[in-house]
């Protein structure tokens, strides 16, 4: 320790060190969390250290608890099997239908593994990647689906796939055989499973805790990962994890949980060349959950700005020598144990319950049928609005029919701006000086094929004008809306109008409709909690998007 900073080195290739304020804060905590047990309890699965542990613990279930990797150790002979048999049947492709932080090591563990296979995340309704995916029928044909998800979202993409591979002439039983379910015994999944004679792997209820469990390391394993190996690297850390020097999870933990005490509950991780690709999402949407919207993880992918502030600290995840408040350096398989453990000590700190069912939006069940009484907004080119959507609020449209911005709005300062500019302005005198912006994209993601690009771009023109805080989230990726610094958070939600939509089977309407279904149940979400809340809906969404970027700068 020296008088600037502190570092917890395990060994020469993982440390975490902390600089500054944030030093100090995270001073303080270690040795609470050491009185209270943290570690020790930590590494027994201490049911009394959250309710919902101890709920779960009544009730004969187990959960996915952070960093633990040897549970999941029992699967690999299983995985091993299914690994087999598609590879005999010459599937080489993985499509994930799953949400949060699990889904997203599962993501980032096949996409820095060595053998290289794709590994295809649908955790939304949007319909690009699905169509995409549809429409290449050779990479259909090589694809296998692996089911984590247990929403009614997942299971509308899973019903679609299972028609795609009907339309590919397969029989029931070789369909039966695409699909892996991953679920805890005894759910809605899990059931469904079994109905429909595909293999199913139990695990523990899901929490924020799955990167080493089977929802992250199934797939991942299908997709070509040793997750033996990982599984070895992993274990090595955790003779640190109970000790109380060089813990590097408890060090990371009380610099996250001491910042946020102490005022700054805003988190930048430094997403540089040097580092884990895809590590600084995961970590994102996992503090996110675990946290219960205590703290506002931003990734810096190099076009949104730092911005100084009292409350905003800065992680870098490279390990290079920077002035930054904190640096993590580690192995890709110890990231994962030592940022799972760190999580759930900052949520501790914070006073949450990291185990819990993450609060969300409320989403319309998909199997609804549309209301025939409904009246369609007279504005909007899209399926239609539900007519409380337009009740009482502003609609404004800029630009020609068919490349128009519909502006939707009940806020009454953003509902004074006459253009896109003007609404710009808005926002930042709404965001004010200790708030942030939170973009919601009910869009497509893909940076090459979809908008992705361009929505990070306008992301960074709007922090550069509101010199605060930006989040950008992807529908209902992780829960953005009402979870996310629920009392300071100004909310720009991103719909569009889609080309290649895809429709849902048994049903009358197209996957779009689900989309922006979920998109009006998140606004109205964050407006019932007393939010400022506007949606832009793009009639076209790259001349939409031009048209926002452009405003941005000022040039409209």
């Known amino acids: 320790m020296t008088a600037t900073s502190f570092t917890a080195v395990v060994s020469g290739d993982t440390t975490v060190t902390a600089r500054g304020p944030v030093r100090d804060a995270a001073e303080r905590m270690l040795g609470r969390l050491w009185i209270d047990q943290v570690p020790v309890r930590l590494a027994s699965e201490d049911p009394a250290l959250w309710p919902s542990a101890g709920a779960a613990a009544g009730d004969g279930r187990t959960l996915c608890w952070p960093g633990q990797p040897g549970p999941s150790r029992a699967l690999l002979p299983r995985v091993g099997e299914l690994r087999a048999t598609a590879d005999a049947e010459g599937l080489t492709e993985v499509a994930l239908l799953g949400r949060g932080a699990p889904a997203r090591a ?18 939304s309704a949007e319909p690009g990647p699905v169509a995409r995916l549809g429409a290449d029928r050779d990479r259909l044909d090589r694809t296998m689906v692996v089911v984590t998800g247990d929403d009614t979202a997942t299971e509308t993409l899973r019903q679609i796939l299972v028609r795609m591979f009907q339309d590919l002439d397969l029989s029931p039983a070789q369909i039966a055989r695409r699909f892996v379910t991953v679920a805890e015994p005894g759910s809605a999944s899990a ?5 429909a004679g595909h293999p199913l792997i139990e695990a ?12 992250a390391l199934v797939p991942a394993a299908l997709a070509g990962t040793d997750v033996a190996r990982l599984l070895d690297h992993a274990a090595t850390v955790l003779p640190a994890l109970t000790r109380p020097e060089n813990n590097p999870g408890l060090v990371l933990g009380a610099i996250l949980g001491g910042a946020a005490r ?3 509950p805003t ?8 580092s884990l690709p895809g590590l600084a999402d995961w970590v994102a949407v996992l503090l996110a959950e675990a946290t219960g919207g205590r703290m506002l993880p931003l990734v810096q992918h190099g076009g949104l700005p730092v911005l100084p502030s009292d409350d905003v600290f800065l992680v870098t995840l490279d390990g290079r020598p920077r002035q930054d408040d ?18 759930a000590v900052a949520a501790q700190l914070l006073g949450g319950d990291p185990l819990a069912p993450p609060p969300g939006a409320a989403t319309p069940d998909p199997h609804a049928e549309p209301d025939p009484h409904a009246q369609p907004d007279p504005h909007a080119t899209a399926p239609d609005v539900p007519a409380e959507e337009s009740a009482a609020s502003t609609v404004l449209i800029v630009g020609d029919p068919g490349q128009a911005v519909e502006v939707h709005t009940h806020d009454p300062v953003l509902g004074r701006a006459t253009d896109l500019t003007g609404l710009f302005d808005a926002l930042a005198e709404r965001v004010g000086a200790d708030g942030h912006l939170a973009i919601v994209a009910h869009l497509d993601p893909d940076r090459a094929r979809g908008q992705g690009t361009q929505v990070r771009r306008l992301g960074a023109l709007l922090a550069a004008r509101c010199a605060r805080p930006v989040t950008i989230s992807w529908g ?42 979920r998109a009006l149940a998140e606004a109205r979400a964050a407006r ?18 031009a048209r926002l970027l452009e405003s941005a700068r000022g040039e409209a």
């Open 326 to 343: 904190a640096t993590v350096t580690a192995p890709p398989s110890v990231q994962l144990v030592v940022w799972e453990y760190a999580a």
């Open 262 to 264: 102490a005022g700054r």
């Open 191 to 195: 059931k469904r499973a079994n109905e």
């Open 476 to 517: 209902s990726r992780y829960p953005a809306i009402g979870n996310d610094r629920r009392e300071r958070g100004v909310y720009l939600v991103l719909t569009g109008n889609v080309v290649h939509d895809v429709p849902v089977p048994g049903r009358h309407y197209r996957l779009s409709r689900l989309q922006l279904a």
């Open 267 to 274: 988190v930048v991780l430094g997403d540089y060349p040097a």
């Open 204 to 215: 523990p209820g899901r929490t924020p805790f799955g990167a080493l469990s089977p929802y």
């Open 106 to 123: 599962a993501r980032l563990i096949a996409r820095n593994s060595a053998a290289g296979r794709p590994l295809t995340l649908l955790d």
């Open 528 to 545: 019932t909690g007393g939010r400022p809340v506007v949606r832009l809906h793009l009639q076209n969404r790259w001349a939409g998007l």
